[in-house]
């Protein structure tokens, strides 16, 4: 197929908006919608420090790619990358992600569960069982994440998550009947670095595409304990309904947006824990997840 906009052979399908792209036209299209979801939220600002949390898969690899174009240039924004080894045999290689981020031009810092925590992924898995592992990691992951990223100076944490990622939250929120979860506003705290996702409103597979052509190495292995997770289930039912439905995971990220609002600076409920010394609500999280699978 022709490009729907100019002569040229297309390289993707827009089911939703009816086009046919070549790779010109969508990079321009895509990088639009990228720009537009930064802008629109105001993510980021003149003396931004921007850590993009860079996995080595195929979505943190692509919006690492995409920041170091947008703001490679200006003097007034920084950008770095960290990569967290959570301890899974096999998955995730720090020097993968380290080559990815050498390759762009962009500094990078890891850091590992078992020097943070003295446990891994995996020896959590052996106690614990994988029902739970996703749950455990996300906990662990973010609260490592947020201290390298305070003490690197980083001001706004870019994540790789896409339209689908964004829609299947919402949906699961949803299902799980977490009322909480679906109308807790968006708010900057003091002590949280504030993320931003510059591709919440592109699909996966242009995400994909975008990363297939602008860079190497990439990772497209997934986690072998994601199976396990409701994610899973909740992807193959929004994905088949939106075979039918196109515009469904549109609808799925502005119904979040519109419950949840915005609200900054609120810092109501939290303080600080007496064990770590990171901020949280009424339990420290991260403390309990380590207390749990210790005990075990």
């Known amino acids: 197929m ?5 002569r040229r052979d297309a390289v993707v399908f827009q089911r939703y908006s009816g086009l046919h792209l070549c790779e010109h036209h969508f990079n321009r299209d895509f990088e639009a919608k990228a720009k537009r979801a930064i802008r629109e939220h105001r993510w980021v600002e003149s003396g931004d420090t921007v ?3 860079l996995s080595g898969g195929k979505d943190s690899s692509a919006v690492l790619f995409f920041l170091r174009r947008l703001f490679g240039e200006r003097r007034d924004v920084r950008l ?3 990569t967290v080894d959570e301890g899974i045999a096999g998955y995730r290689d720090p020097a993968r992600a380290r080559a990815i981020a050498d390759s762009i031009g962009v500094p990078w810092v890891t850091a590992s569960f078992a020097d943070e925590y003295g446990i891994t992924l995996d020896e959590i898995v052996a106690r614990k069982g994988t029902g739970l592992s996703c749950s455990y990691c996300g906990v ?3 609260a490592l994440m947020n201290r390298i990223a305070r003490e690197h100076g980083v001001t706004k944490f870019a994540y790789g998550f896409n339209l689908d990622d964004e829609a299947q939250s919402v949906l699961m929120n949803a299902l799980r009947g977490d009322a ?3 109308t807790r506003p968006m708010r900057e705290t003091e002590g949280m670095v504030p993320r931003i996702k510059p591709f919440m409103y592109i699909p996966e597979r242009e995400v994909a595409l975008y990363a297939f052509l602008h860079v190497e190495g990439f990772d497209l292995a997934g986690c072998p304990y994601a199976g396990d997770a409701l994610r899973g289930d909740v992807r193959g039912i929004l994905d088949d309904y939106t075979y039918r439905h196109p515009a ?3 609808s799925l990220v502005n119904l979040g947006e519109a419950l949840r ?3 900054k600076n609120h810092t109501e409920g939290l303080r600080v824990c007496e064990r770590c010394g990171e901020l949280c609500g009424k339990i420290c999280r991260t403390c309990q997840v380590l207390d749990e699978v210790r005990r075990s």
């Open 180 to 182: 909480d979860r679906l």
């Open 140 to 142: 662990l992951r973010r």
């Open 80 to 82: 770095m990358a960290i």
């Open 261 to 263: 609002g915005t609200e």
């Open 2 to 6: 022709q490009c729907s906009k100019c």
């Open 51 to 53: 850590a993009v949390a």
């Open 248 to 250: 469904t995971k549109y």
